[in-house]
């Protein structure tokens, strides 16, 4: 027995998943190894809806916001937040010498195209990053209308953090025009921790070369040089485990159906959204919700740490705020592996609990 995990990441790994992480270790600079990651990058790209190169990275999704934001930033970044992982992407900057303003919403806001437009009609900026899903606040921004203003600005590179829903969402990197799209293995991708994903565009591989020092390991362009001259090869040795998983993964993902994995995660939010408004309140403006984890807030003022305690002897886990919001939120998560059921099981729990907690 394992707790059925309800947090946003790490997600549930199918059985069947997590026994390919098992699988007896190849050459990095093999044959094979090429074959597997060019099969991922594949199958990657129709989960991105991109025609570009997909860049493997072996660190979670920060170590990709981090060497994006450096290694692509020449004048200077605009970071727009709505929450925790916007403003750790501000301070990534911050900490790699590089120039960037941040523009936060107030928390539980979505960053508007009218915010985006006017920061970059400034011509201050040749970076934009926006965070596609907050997980802390459970905004799911609007990414659309954002790429109809950012078509003024076809020069100044789009980079989105998808961590926490590239796979549960659609999210249609060409149509939007994102530069860098960026995700982490252990989220929707339901894979255990330890690699994440980027997309990247010709524009921006160009770019990046005006900038001086770019780090090495997370270097965009270092990274890209090994897929374009080495045949599908990585800088430095991979987690081949988390490619063998991966590759099995995705067929997996590809078989369910985009169309239907987006269809159920939309479904289990409604159903979480709608179970959230009778008892407690939505923590995000419902227009711009998540739908792969709900951000509650704790309108009662019961204790979250009991309430986890308490799913926890059923076998389940939910999760407290993040940071700030630790008691005065708590979120569930809906994504990956998780299917109506589950969903229906951890709320009908919630509501058993729920008087017994004082
Ligand atoms: C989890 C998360 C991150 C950080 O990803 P790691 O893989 O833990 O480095 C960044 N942004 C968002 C929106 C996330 O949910």
Redesign the pocket.
């Known amino acids: 027995m394992h707790k059925k995990l309800f947090i ?2 790490p997600t549930e790994v199918a059985p069947d998943v997590l026994q390919k992480m098992a699988t007896p270790m190849i050459g990095h600079r093999s044959k094979e190894a090429s074959a597997l990651q060019k099969d991922i990058s594949e199958k990657m790209r129709k989960v991105f809806h991109t025609a570009n190169p997909i860049l493997l990275s072996t ?5 990709l ?1 981090e060497g994006s934001i450096r290694s692509l930033t020449a004048k200077r970044a605009a970071v727009f937040s709505v ?4 403003n ?2 501000f301070k990534m900057a911050e900490a790699n010498n590089v120039g960037a303003d941040k523009f936060e919403s107030e928390w539980g806001k979505a960053t508007t195209p009218e915010m985006v437009d006017k920061a970059l009609a400034t011509g201050k900026y040749d970076v934009f990053t926006v ?6 606040t459970g905004i799911m921004n609007p990414v659309e209308e954002i790429a109809e203003v950012r078509k003024k600005y076809p020069d100044v590179l789009w980079l989105v ?5 590239m796979a549960g969402a659609k999210i249609e990197v060409d149509k939007l025009g994102i530069d860098v799209c ?1 995700t ?4 929707a991708l339901a894979l255990p ?1 330890g690699m ?1 994903i980027c997309s990247v565009t010709p524009k921006a591989l160009e770019h990046g070369k005006q900038v001086k020092h770019r780090g090495w390991y997370l270097d965009i362009l270092e990274i890209y040089k090994y897929v374009e001259t080495k045949d599908y090869q990585y800088s430095a040795t991979p987690s081949l485990s988390h490619m063998f998983a991966m590759n099995y993964q995705l067929d997996r993902i590809l078989a369910e159906g985009l169309e239907n994995r987006y269809a159920r995660h939309k479904a289990m939010a409604e159903y979480t959204r709608a179970w959230a408004k009778q008892n407690f309140a939505l923590y995000p403006e419902e227009q711009h919700a998540s739908v792969t984890l709900t951000t509650i807030t704790n309108t009662r003022n019961i204790s979250v740490k009991a309430l986890n305690d308490a799913l926890g002897k059923e076998w389940m886990q939910i999760s407290n705020g993040y940071g700030d919001l630790k008691e005065k939120t708590f979120r569930i998560a809906h994504m990956g592996e998780l299917n109506m059921d589950d969903v229906k099981q951890v709320i009908a729990a919630i509501d058993r609990i729920l008087p017994t907690l004082k």
Request: a neutral charge.
């Open positions: 946003p990441g660190s979670s999704g920060s170590g916001m929450g925790a992982f916007g750790r992407w965070t596609h899903n907050e997980t802390s953090d998808a961590v926490s829903s960026i982490s293995t252990q989220k921790p994440a």
